[in-house]
């Protein structure tokens, strides 16, 4: 049972242009929306993160906007560079409980100049 | 250290020998996780140590799968008889409590490929 669910798997991008990724989750019972970014030959990095308690959630180009009701968040780049090429995973947990994060299966981005 | 440090970066061996891994988490995190990242497959759960015990082995594959912690700092992650399917990147990350809101700090990963 895939508890959080990513698309697109791949995604080709102009240099400039806005990505945007997509996940969905099943438990009601995360409240915890991180996305990490992956570099080839390196680990995954915390890039964005947000709860359900707000709509929207912005750092410079990258928004994470999540809509509680149809249980889906997804993350958007705005003006996305070269340098933005990199897989990317958004994931999810609870904030109250220990343990780990459920990961989605991935997005690899690449942004042509 | 500064960050994870994970060992080694590469392994190759045969099919039906035992891997040991290695992970060295940032000085004074508490939580120590273990993830698997297969082509295609995203980042699999396998473990997690808070401080020496793991309340959570849930995602270890099978009884082939083992991992310690010891000190609350190197942790180790085994594979005994190892298979062809065992051939993945094993990424360790480590956080200063193991609350499900914590960043986690990955290393590099160790690549194992199962001939």
């Known amino acids: 049972q895939q508890q959080v669910k990513q698309s697109p798997q791949s995604l080709i991008v102009q240099k400039g242009g806005i990505s945007i990724i997509n996940c969905a989750y099943e438990?009601?019972?995360?409240?915890?929306f991180p996305w990490y970014q992956q570099f080839p030959g390196k680990g995954p990095a915390l890039l964005i993160a947000?709860?359900?308690?707000?709509s929207e959630k912005k750092e410079g180009r990258f928004t994470i906007s999540f809509n509680k009701s149809a249980k889906q968040f997804s993350l958007h780049i705005m003006d996305s560079q070269p340098g933005d090429s990199a897989t990317y995973f958004c994931?999810?947990?609870?904030?109250?409980?220990?343990?780990?994060?459920?990961f989605g299966k991935g997005t690899k981005l690449s942004v042509k100049p | 250290g500064a960050g994870v440090s994970q060992s080694p970066s590469n392994k190759v061996t045969e099919k039906g020998k035992d891997v040991e891994l290695r992970c060295d988490p940032i000085s004074g995190h508490t939580a120590l996780y273990w993830y698997r990242q297969s082509l295609g497959q995203g980042l699999e759960f396998l473990i997690y140590f808070q401080g020496n015990s793991a309340p959570d082995k849930s995602g270890l594959p099978s009884d082939r799968f083992s991992a310690e912690r010891t000190g609350g700092s190197v942790s180790t992650l085994t594979i005994q008889r190892t298979q062809q399917e065992d051939s993945a990147v094993y990424l360790c990350a480590s956080s200063l409590r193991s609350s499900g809101a914590n960043v986690l700090t990955f290393g590099a990963g160790s690549r194992l490929t199962v001939l």
């Open positions: 994931a999810a947990s609870r904030e109250g409980s220990q343990g780990n994060l459920i």
């Open positions: 947000i709860r359900p308690d707000v």
């Open positions: 438990n009601t019972a995360f409240d915890y």
